[in-house]
């Protein structure tokens, strides 16, 4: 059975997702479905990552020829790279479907269809099959923002469309422009990315092509420069939609960066490396004083979100094996942390209608657990020791250190920002006086506590036994951080050894 | 002997229309059995093509008539998918004439006779016989953009069509004549001959081919011969323009293919002249169809950056890498976008087309769902998302100009189908982020509907299936 696990996870949700919008059922029906197909997926999840063995190579390997004279096939693998984002693509969907509401069948349709795309884009080791994932992906997103979304959703949804198209078909170029250059170097197409790291690239063309890459996964992260969609799109999106674009499809821009930029343009990423983490610390610093001025929560958690993707994007450019490791762990302690956030806030807007924090207050006299679930969620968000959200950023810092000492005191001295407003934010909302609002606030229901009560006991799980899962996606780091120091260590030593005191802004 | 099996889907049509056209002196057929009859005919001549060209017998020839005319690969697959255009263009004018009543029998025996003329451009291996098989097409298109005769815009469709159309005609017979002074000879292989042996520097030569090439840009409405695509295009009946810009284009691109591929140094003279051609046809399509608020004018427009995107496979075309699979590829992924779009107004335009601005389509989605399902598919094949037949021809444009060393070409086309997304999504934008202002009731025979999601299947089966040649 499972051999083609990947495959039914991947194309069970778009299946079903493709049934619901052509079939006439009725919303709750959709939801009982969807919620249903999100179960199966998080059980084949489950016994992958129980089944998975701690090697560096692919597991669950399907592989079969698509158009045999461009050498694209059709296949897909899992190894400690992938596994973790895979499991935050696998598990945390039934939330969505148990938690939140929607109007009609149409959003649940998205939502699999989405899930299914997310979930191939992560699998995909073919680049050509990344590519087309990566794009289907968007289109649900673009659906249910434009249909589901705020009053001002029409230009967010237009935002974020275009610029990730644009840095997708940028990504596109240059994808065939490796495609190319491995046919000139070896004579045969292909586009796996395992044979494709064999490649040796240089020149101009070479640098270009990086930069497409990068552009397009620096939009999806999103990365500073390339942020200014985020906010609008995070905000204006329903909060099931947040939660997708904040827990998975951003981390699937960080994963893109790992597992296909990395492998093939090691020089030039060597290269851009302290130009690339900088703009990781310098995204983190603007996005999280940013948050501090807001007055909408949803809008406060979007910079936030966006704040702490950069320490994530800090981590990969750093090129070590704590590093990696603490990104790769980031990854799922950031999907779970402050992507549920926005669940909780999607269910404060339901229950009260407003999400302006000065509207708020008082929470946690009338809903004690749900102010409970939300301390514990944001505690992991911001780092607190013994949550999951501790571990990954202090092995990126850790990392970050190694690679250049002034980057790894930006970003660590940047966390404290985070503490500032999402603490003030918390008293402002959850403390001080009651209003006619909040009085009526009424605690989870029983079901919503239940369904939020796994992802609060994995946080605290992958807080305090992070070994279960760094074991798994160690083995997988140290090769991929091995091969790219092998490669870049003669060309250019000093950006990836940096003497201490001395600025590498010039490379 | 087997010159004629090749030519046999072509012997097909032109029965077809000559049939029709007596046909057409009886009073008691009806426009309805035209169609179905020309549907017939097209449905015909594809299976045969597919099966001279595909089938077990495999008799392909290079050369036909002692070279006058070629039969490869690459002009078979572009005779199917004129085939094609023509038999979904007569599907969904059996719709469009249930409303708009300007429609004679003599309509479908000219598409059949425009379809004819544009085959035998594809196989067209020497001047005259382009030049006559251009003209065939050209005046069968005349005469169906300006069908409608009351209508004022078609009027004035047709004039400025015929005019410049014309002229560019004569061009055409200027740089043959001034080819065959050169040359001394009008098969293309003979000039090619010419120019390796001489190195085809002749003045003659050069302003020959100049002069040819213009004509062919003309054809295709690349930079600076665009123009008039805008007006013709909507000034001419839905599955006309339909008709128009998918196998009109197909046609003039094989032929513009064959003329380039012959030869290297013909060709490598050119480069740089295509490469600046392909590169304005892209931004200049762009420009204009950014602005365009009518649907139809802004699919000449898109239409127009297409062909952009169709020269980018030309630059890079050469004897040895021969892109006429690329170029088939995308001609065929293109049609299937177009002709869909164009099926589907054809039965949601209504009479005389009153529903033609991005407006008129408001909310569509919210009032019939698959209709707007389907145009959203052709549009996103038409802007390239995966997994459409668009993005697989875009991916095999891009990589051909690759291979090419044409690094530069291959960045500008993708930031130009950037900005061709700004038109694509906000027509699905208006269908499904807006409420429904009107009930959008047509009336009139299913098949147009029926083509639409015949159509959208196409643009998912050969995205799916790339079968390049």
Redesign the interface.
């Known amino acids: 059975m499972f051999e083609y696990a990947l495959s039914v996870m991947i194309f069970l949700p778009i299946i079903g997702g493709l049934a619901l919008l052509l079939s006439p059922v009725s919303q709750s029906t959709a939801r009982i479905v969807g919620g249903l197909l999100s179960a199966i997926i998080l059980f084949i999840g489950l016994e992958l990552f129980l089944t998975f063995t701690a090697t560096a190579g692919m597991q669950f390997v399907e592989s079969r020829p698509w ?1 045999e ?2 050498g694209i096939s059709y296949s897909l693998g899992v190894d400690g790279i992938s596994l973790l984002v895979l499991m935050v693509g696998a598990i945390l969907f039934p939330v969505v479907f148990t938690v939140l509401s929607a109007r009609s069948k149409g959003f649940y349709a998205n939502l699999l269809i989405a899930q299914g795309a997310m979930l191939g884009a992560i699998c995909a080791t073919d680049m ?1 099959l990344f ?2 994932f990566w ?2 992906m968007l ?1 649900p997103i673009f ?1 249910m923002i ?2 589901y979304g705020g009053p001002n ?2 230009p967010a ?2 935002k974020i ?2 610029y990730t ?2 840095g997708s ?2 990504m ?2 240059g994808l ?2 490796v ?2 250059s491995y ?1 000139a170097q070896f004579g045969k197409w292909t586009f796996d990315i395992v044979q494709l790291s064999a490649l040796d690239l240089g020149g101009g ?1 070479a640098v ?1 092509a990086f930069l ?1 890459f990068m552009v397009a996964f620096a939009i999806k992260i999103p990365l500073f420069p390339f942020h200014t969609w985020l906010p609008d799109a995070y905000t204006e999106a329903p909060s099931s939609t947040t939660f997708v674009l904040s827990a998975i499809m951003a981390k699937i821009g960080v994963y893109g960066v790992i597992r296909f930029v990395v492998p093939v343009f090691e020089i030039e990423f060597a290269r851009f490396a302290v130009l690339l983490s900088l703009a990781g610390v310098v995204g983190m610093i603007y996005c999280g004083l940013a948050a501090i001025s807001q007055k909408d929560m949803k809008r406060l958690l979007a910079f936030s979100s966006a704040s702490h993707m950069g320490i994530i994007a800090v981590g990969v450019f750093c090129m070590n094996v704590q590093a990696l490791t603490g990104t790769l762990f980031q990854i799922a302690a950031h999907a779970t942390s402050t992507g549920i956030l926005f669940l909780f806030v999607g269910l404060m807007e339901e229950r009260m209608g407003t999400r302006e924090i000065d509207d708020l207050g008082g929470i946690a006299y009338r809903a004690p657990i749900f102010a409970t679930f939300f301390a514990i969620a944001m505690l992991a968000s911001v780092g607190l020791p013994g949550t999951s959200g501790f571990i990954g950023e202090f092995l990126i810092i850790l990392g970050a250190i190694k690679f250049n000492a002034f980057i790894g005191f930006l970003a660590g001295t940047t966390l404290i920002i985070g503490v500032c407003y999402m603490l003030w934010m918390f008293q402002r909302v959850f403390f001080e006086k009651t209003n006619d609002r909040t009085t009526a606030f009424k605690d989870l229901k029983p079901t919503e506590a239940l369904s939020f009560l796994p992802v609060i006991i994995l946080i605290i799980v992958m807080g305090i036994f992070p070994q279960i899962f760094l074991e798994k996606i160690e083995p997988a780091a140290q090769q991929q951080v091995a091969k790219v120091f092998t490669m870049t260590q003669g060309q250019v030593a000093d950006t990836t050894a940096p003497t201490p005191g001395q600025n590498n802004h010039t490379n | 002997m087997y010159d004629f099996t090749s030519l046999l889907p072509l012997i097909i049509i032109g029965t077809g229309a000559i049939g029709l056209m007596l046909l057409s002196a009886y009073e008691r057929i009806q426009v309805d059995t035209a169609s179905y009859v020309s549907m017939g005919f097209f449905g015909a001549a594809f299976f045969v093509q597919l099966v001279v060209g595909c089938g077990p017998n495999n008799v392909i020839f290079e050369n036909l008539f002692n070279g006058m005319l070629v039969s490869s690969n690459f002009t078979m697959i572009a005779g199917l998918i004129i085939f094609g255009c023509g038999f979904f263009t007569a599907m969904s004018s059996n719709t469009y004439f249930k409303v708009n009543s300007f429609c004679t029998l003599e309509f479908y025996s000219i598409l059949l006779f425009g379809a004819c003329g544009m085959v035998l451009l594809t196989m067209a291996q020497e001047l005259i016989t382009a030049f006559i098989a251009l003209e065939i097409m050209s005046l069968s298109i005349y005469i169906l953009v300006g069908y409608d005769r009351g209508n004022i815009s078609a009027a004035e469709a047709v004039l400025k069509y015929l005019m410049l159309g014309a002229f560019a005609g004569a061009f055409f017979t200027l740089g043959t004549a001034l080819v065959y002074g050169g040359a001394g000879s009008t098969k293309f292989a003979d000039i090619s001959g010419f120019v390796a042996s001489s190195g085809g520097n002749t003045p003659l030569l050069i302003g020959g081919a100049f002069l040819i090439l213009v004509a062919l840009l003309f054809k295709v409405a690349a930079f600076p011969f665009h123009a008039w695509v805008i007006d013709v295009y909507d000034g001419a009946a839905a599955p006309v323009t339909g008709f128009m810009a998918t196998a009109l284009k197909t046609a003039v691109f094989a032929v513009f293919a064959n003329f380039l591929a012959l030869n290297g140094d013909l060709h490598s003279g050119w480069i740089d002249f295509l490469f600046y051609i392909s590169v304005f046809t892209m931004f200049g399509g762009n420009l204009i169809a950014i602005g365009q608020n009518n649907l139809k004018r802004m699919l000449a427009a898109s239409g127009i950056v297409h062909s952009g995107y169709l020269l980018i496979a030309l630059v890079a075309i050469s004897a040895d890498h021969f892109t006429g699979s690329v170029i088939g590829y995308y001609l065929a992924a293109y049609a299937a976008g177009t002709l869909g779009i164009f099926a589907a107004l054809s039965y949601l335009g209504g009479e005389g087309e009153k529903r033609a601005t991005f407006d008129d389509f408001k909310g569509l989605a919210k009032v019939r769902p698959y209709s707007a399902a389907a145009i959203t598919v052709f549009l996103l094949s038409m802007a390239g998302i995966p997994p459409t037949a668009g993005f697989m021809g875009k991916f095999y444009i891009v990589t051909s100009a690759i291979s090419a060393g044409q690094m530069a070409l291959a960045v500008l086309g993708v930031v130009s189908s950037i900005l061709s997304m700004w038109y694509y999504l906000r027509l699905i934008i208006k269908m499904y982020f807006h409420d429904a202002e009107e009930s959008f009731e047509t009336v009139g025979s299913p098949l147009a509907t029926t083509c639409t999601f015949v159509l959208v299947f196409c643009v998912f089966a050969i995205g799916l299936y790339p079968i390049v040649i």
Request: aromatic fraction near 16%.
């Open positions: 158009i004279s461009l050509v590519y087309i794009e289907i289109l659906f434009g249909l959703r029409l949804t237009l469309t275009i198209i644009a078909l940028f596109l170029a065939v422009y495609g190319v046919q063309w270009g497409m």
